[in-house]
C-alpha cells in the first residue's frame, strides 16, 4: 500500500534515482527538481559522470514535510567499453540499489534501444514512475496515447507524469507524486542544504561543463577536469574568497590546441564564465587559473581513471 502525503508535523524522506540513456534530460530534470543547479548540462551526451546527489526540503507550517533526496546518474554507457564507461556504469547500478522511488525518464513519445537498455537494469520490487520529458516537443497529444499502452506493458510502472522539466507546474506536480511513495522517517539533511557534494567536487563540474559548452562537438567527452588546488582565504574587500586552480585533461595535442583556441581565447573564456558561475555558486570571490595538459590514453586506463575521482 502507497503511504499517503501525511500532515502536521510528520517528516518523511527518501532516496529517488533519475536514470535514463545519456542525454535525455536528467540532469536538467534534477535542477529543476532541487530548484538551483547543481548537476551541470550540455548538449553533449555523457556529460554527468558521477552520482550526484540533490537535495529539496518542502516544509509545512508544523515544522513537518517532505525530504527528497535525489539521486541523478550518468547516463547508461552502451557504445564502447573503456574503462570510465565501466565505472559510469558501476555508478548508474549503485544508484539504482537501495533507492524508494524510480524516475526513468524517456523523451515523450520515443522508446529507443538506448532506453531499453536502462529499462533492464530496473527491478521490480521498486516503485517506477515513467517520467515522459520534453511534453512540449510533442505536438500531438493524441499520439501519447498509444505510446503510453505500449510503455505499460514493457515495464510495471507506478505511474506514468508526462511533463516538462522547463514547465515550473510540472515540476510541482512531480514533487507531490514523489512524496506519497517516501517513508515517514526524519530528514537526513540539514533543511538548507542543496547538494551533498563539496565546493571543490561543484568546481570541477563547472570548469567541465564550460569546456563541453565552448568546445561544441570537437572535443571528446574523454576530456576532464582536475582540481590541483582549493583554498580559502579571508579578505577584507570580500569577506570570502576562494583559491582554485584547476588542470584540463585532454587525449591529444590537437585537442590541447582546441581548448586553448586562437591567442588564448579560448580557455580565457572557458575560465571567465566558469568563475563568474562559482561566484554565484558560492556567494565568493573567486580566483580561478586553468592550465590545459595531455594525457593520452587516459579513459582506458582504470588506475588513472581512478586518480581522477572516478569510482
Known sequence: MEPDGGSGATQRCGLIAIVGKPNVGKSTLLNALVGQKISITSRKAQTTRHRITGIRTLTNEE???????????????????????????????????????????????SFTLGDA??????????????VANKLDTVHRRAEIAPWLKDMQ???PFAEFVPMSAKNPKD??????????????QPWWYAEDELTDKSEKFLASEVVREKLFRLTGDELPYTSTVVIDKFEEEKSKAHG???RIAATIVVERDGHKAMVIGEKGERLKRIGTE???ELEKLMDCKVFLELWVKVRSGWADDEARVRSFGYE
Do not use: W
Request: charged share 20%.
Open 171 to 184: 515540476i510541482a506536480r512531480l514533487l507531490s507524486i514523489c512524496e506519497r511513495y517516501l517513508p515517514e
Open 117 to 130: 537498455k536502462v529499462l533492464a537494469l530496473l527491478r521490480e520490487g521498486t516503485p517506477t514512475l515513467l
Open 153 to 155: 506493458e514493457r515495464h
Open 63 to 109: 515544522g513537518g514535510g517532505t525530504q527528497f533526496v535525489f539521486v541523478d546518474t550518468p547516463g547508461f554507457q552502451t557504445r564502447h567499453s573503456t574503462a570510465l564507461n565501466k565505472s559510469l556504469n558501476k555508478t548508474v547500478l549503485g544508484a539504482i540499489d537501495g533507492v524508494d522511488l524510480v524516475l526513468f525518464v524517456v523523451e515523450a513519445g
Open 240 to 242: 570570502r574568497m576562494v
Open 274 to 276: 566558469a568563475r563568474q
